[in-house]
């Protein structure tokens, strides 16, 4: 098993390298990089963040329009003095050639230096880290619920297949299924957040603003009563494919000769849940989890940082992506990549724990 991880992670290495490497070569195409978008400030609002950051000689220039900026390869440079246009591709690193930048990036991710992001004067790192509490409590937490309500409910759903306890809990899923959580979080809001009914919980925020006046059991009270209706808006779509996937995978096991062997002996129904159709029935289900956490934790919040005012992951890689922030975008994908391919690599060691009889060792 030892050599099979040792394996994975340097398989890591190469697969990394691919993701970003793709994705640097087709943001250098793209157009409406930060070049454009500081040049975009200046000429059409005149005193723009990047303006703000140019020298007062070279304020002057630009709006004087010394140069023409004809043979720019740059939208809407029109008007503005090369030299200004070089000295905004050198604040950005975009003074040096493709490959020059490329080969640099690829030292300082293999180093985790992420650089700084071009338009807030803060460290990739240090966003990242001010962001990573609400994206990982609406992971977490999110998941959790999810597996906790999902996996029992399946397996019961599994057991008591085709009675009435089966038929509308599946009325009840494919009812939460359809809704959308972007518009069940405005429910929430509207119901629970002094909207038009209850003021019960908070609406902005993962803590209080007294938060550090509090005591330990205060606090965590304060922190999941702030995280509450995220965590539930988050999972709320999320219940029907784990849950059916369960009742699934344990059916068709049930079903299976070794089950009706069992059964054949006079084990009790319990123990051959227990014992023989639970290890096999759940290698599907954990197979699930790292693409499960993964858009839980990065993709999924975006709208729900947005409705309950969250500062999270999502919300810093939409901010990012429209200011074109390509520090900010990069570190992101390497890192989440980083994480998945991690969490695939946990998946199959809890495989083994699971079901002792798999062997990676002796996959060719």
Aim: charged fraction near 15%; hydrophobic fraction near 45%.
């Amino acid at each position: 098993m030892l050599s099979y991880i040792a394996r994975r992670l340097l398989l890591i290495i190469p697969t990394l390298w691919a993701i970003i490497t793709i994705n640097f070569f087709i943001v250098q195409i793209a157009p409406g990089g930060p070049v454009d978008q500081a040049i975009a400030d200046m000429q059409g609002l005149g005193q723009g963040g990047a303006l703000q950051r140019l020298t007062g000689s070279e304020r002057g220039d630009a709006a004087g329009g010394a140069g023409d900026g004809g043979g720019s390869k740059y939208r809407g440079a029109r008007g503005l003095d090369p030299e200004v246009i070089a000295e905004i591709e050198k604040r950005y690193g975009f003074d040096k050639p493709v490959g020059e930048r490329y080969v640099t990036m690829l030292k300082n991710y293999a180093a985790f230096n992420f650089g700084d992001s071009l338009f807030r004067g803060r460290t990739v790192l240090g966003l990242i880290a001010e962001r990573l509490p609400v994206s990982i409590s609406l992971g977490i937490w999110s998941t959790l619920l999810i597996y906790l309500v999902s996996i029992p409910l399946g397996i019961r759903k599994a057991v008591k297949n085709g009675s009435r306890f089966d038929v509308w809990t599946s009325g009840i899923i494919v009812v939460g299924n359809a809704i959308p959580p972007f518009l069940f979080a405005v429910l929430l809001v509207v119901l629970f957040c002094g909207g038009s009914f209850l003021s019960v919980f908070p609406l902005r925020g993962l803590f209080s603003t007294n938060f550090e006046e509090l005591d330990f059991f205060h606090k965590v009270l304060d922190y999941f009563w702030h995280i509450c209706l995220p965590t539930l808006t988050l999972s709320i779509g999320g219940f029907a494919g784990l849950t059916m996937l369960t009742k699934n995978s344990f059916l068709d096991e049930i079903h299976k000769q070794y089950v009706l062997t069992a059964r054949s002996k006079g084990l009790a129904e319990k123990k051959i849940l227990s014992r023989h159709v639970f290890r096999n029935a759940m290698l599907i289900v954990i197979s699930g989890f790292p693409s499960v956490f993964i858009s839980m934790f990065f993709t999924g919040s975006l709208l729900i940082e947005t409705v309950f005012s969250l500062e999270g992951l999502g919300l810093l890689g939409l901010e990012s992506t429209m200011q074109r922030d390509y520090p900010v975008i990069f570190a992101t994908l390497y890192i989440f990549t980083l994480l998945g391919l991690l969490l695939n690599l946990l998946s199959d060691i809890v495989y083994t724990f699971v079901d002792p009889r798999i062997d990676f060792e002796s996959r060719n």
